[in-house]
């Protein structure tokens, strides 16, 4: 691949954000590390509330270091230390060097302005151009994202719009002054499973077109399967496994990895056929379980698992690291026979 | 990603019945009068006309007869006016063909009218309504009499009653709206900030509307009455102090909200700053509850104006005020001249009824909760 040649632009060293809530610690994100170059695409997975949002916003600088946040490690954000400088600096990367696209297309816009004038703000407030370039350039960013009728659709209000269309227009909007990397999070989950898949192409060729570095934010692993060069699978603020894509769907060598595959839908299943889906509930963050986080709803736990943290260790493929104490490898049986989770 | 599979496969069946029960529910407040059987438009007009004129009729009856005790005269007048009012909307049924909402109608008329003879009071041939020697020339406690050169009459001391109705209306409109518009940005602002910024800020703004809520509006008033000069713009400054308060709490409740929404931390993700946030993101949201809340508050300032001139802390007489020509009732001219009273309560009575009236309408109009996204 190319891009492995070039430079990072985006460093992530051991990263942890920490809420301070009045029950506890909130571990959001739990020592996370990963590098993105230019014209790659990291896929991050993993269920609701396994810390991807704040992962996604904690690697821009969206969430930092305050009175109830504590964030340790280091984000390297196109050469700048983005928790290390003051707040007015790590602005200033925002919309120019990273840009994110968020879950909900119906709350990111602002309801009492109009579509056109979402654009042309930003527009003129990073180029410092006229009115009339920014509404040229506002159109021509419409059409781009595959807004047909530009021009009347500049009038519009957010709600006049459908969740596609306005997803469309936060797109453009993130796009709008050609940052290099973009953190999409869950851009599709609240849209239509016909459109979901126009989304994320959409996002896939924009960012090709740009050589742009992608984060893909996502709990759905088809989504991700055939739009990311590379795979995180995250738990409870970790990252159990990572690895090629490909890779890491062909052969899943962790439990949860595995059991997150099982409860896709398969087009080829008997109609009716039963979706596996993961026993139990994420963890509470405030008090997260000794050992193995996953633990609790493991089929192959044992003593080991419930008393030490599994850390990621490498395994054969490039970049491909599993964090289990028993990670299974093809044909192995799932220790406790009764509740099977494997394959 | 089995759930939204699921609901999928499900939605085919389930979908209608919601979709359709929602249409219903739309159309719902507009169609008040489909549930009952209609009445004919003909009918409507038969029946309403003789209702406003009978209705008047008894109203106008009880107002000039000297025939009974005044218990019952009022009486008569209230059923009058009210059975007259009830013939009007089916009138305005009958023409307009749906139903309107007669009482917010008038009440709009009222302010419409008051509004446009102060703000043109000058310009009119108004009786004397200030000048205590010209007043020497003219006769004291003349009674109303519509066709006459005082219409509703003169005081005890010969100025025209109607015309310091209307320049009464005046202050205390020029007085309560300057308030308003004080109270809402000063109070809109300080809230805004407080919802924005959160933390120490917002518990010294929190801990000062508070206080300024803890002190009885009226003592505060004349606490400030007797410190400050009775001009316009100290009553105005002085009254704006009680609407401030709620004010401050609707600002900050509602850029709390909105503060949380996607759209302030979108807006942040492409590189705006926090003043931007506010200008542009918050504020625009945040008018309009807080506007709202204003018109609301409009009449109590109205009323709270009234006071203060009543109790001798605002405009001073001869300058006229509802408040201060109320007050000229004391002393047992109220028990011979009724119509001294009579003239500014009612003035005052409508007015406050109309203003509550538009704020509840624009309440609903643009509360938040109920804006769509
Ligand atoms: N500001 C905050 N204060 C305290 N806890 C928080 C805060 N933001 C997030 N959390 C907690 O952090 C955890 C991770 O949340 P996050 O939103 O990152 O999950 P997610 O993986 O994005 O889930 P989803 O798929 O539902 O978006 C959750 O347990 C959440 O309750
Ligand atoms: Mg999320």
Known sequence: MTSESKSPILVVENLRTVFHTPRGDVRAVDGVSFELRPGETLGLVGESGSGKSVLGRTVMGLISNDARTTVTGKVTLGGVDVHGVKRAVRRKLWGTEVAMVFQDPMTSLNPVKRIGTHLTETLRFHLRCTRKEAEERAVELLTQVGIPEPKRRMRQYPHEMSGGMRQRVVIAMALACDPRLLIADEPTTALDVTVQKQILDLLGNLTTERDMATVLVSHDLGAVAGRTDRVQVMYAGRTVEQGRTSEVFAAPTHPYTDALLASIPQIENAPHSLLRAIEGNPPDMANPPGGCRFAPRCGYADTTCTSDLPLLQPLAGPGRSVACHHPLLAGAAPVGSEHTHGR | ?373
């Open chain 2, 1 to 373: 990603m089995p759930e939204p599979d699921i609901n999928h496969t499900g939605d085919p069946v389930d979908a209608p019945v919601p979709a359709a029960a929602a249409g219903t529910a739309l159309l719902d407040p507009g169609e008040e009068t489909a549930a009952k059987p209609r009445v004919s438009r003909r009918t409507q007009l038969l029946v309403g006309a003789p209702m406003l004129v009978g209705g008047l009729a008894l109203a106008g009856f009880a107002a000039t007869t000297a025939l009974l005790i005044t218990l019952a005269k009022v009486l008569l007048l209230v059923v009058g006016l009210l059975v007259a009012m009830n013939g009007l909307g089916r009138i305005a049924e009958a023409v307009r063909g749906k139903s309107v909402d007669i009482v917010f109608v008038l009440g709009m008329t009222w302010l419409t009218v008051l509004i446009g003879l102060a703000v043109l009071a000058p310009l009119l041939p108004l009786g004397n309504h200030n000048d205590a020697t010209q007043g020497l020339y003219a006769p004291i406690f003349a009674e109303p009499e519509l066709g006459s050169e005082y219409p509703l009459g003169t005081n005890n001391y010969g100025l025209d009653m109607l015309a310091r109705a209307i320049y009464g209306a005046r202050t205390s409109l020029v007085v309560s709206l300057f308030a308003i518009l004080i109270g809402t940005t000063v109070g809109g602002l300080i809230g805004m900030v407080a919802g924005f910024l959160r933390g120490a800020t917002d518990r010294v703004v929190g801990i000062l509307a508070n206080a300024l809520l803890a002190v009885p509006p009226l003592v505060l008033l004349i606490a400030l009455g007797t410190v400050l000069s009775p001009n316009l713009r100290n009553l105005s400054i002085a009254l704006s102090l009680l609407t401030i308060p709620s004010m401050v709490r609707v600002a900050r409740a509602n850029t709390i909200t909105f503060a949380q929404r996607e759209f302030v931390l979108a807006a942040q993700a492409i590189g705006a700053t926090r003043m931007r946030l506010l200008r542009k993101e918050l504020l625009p949201n945040v008018v309009l509850p807080v506007a709202s809340m204003g018109v609301v508050m409009v009449s109590m300032l109205i009323v709270a104006e009234a006071s203060l001139s009543y109790l001798g802390l605002g405009i001073r007489a001869p300058e006229p005020t509802w408040g201060n020509m109320i007050a000229e009732g004391e002393g047992g001219v109220m028990e011979a001249h009724p119509f001294i009273v009579i003239v500014p309560g009612l003035c005052l009575f409508l007015t406050v009824f109309s203003f509550n009236l538009l704020g509840e309408k624009v309440q609903k109009r643009w509360d938040p909760r109920s804006a769509k996204l």
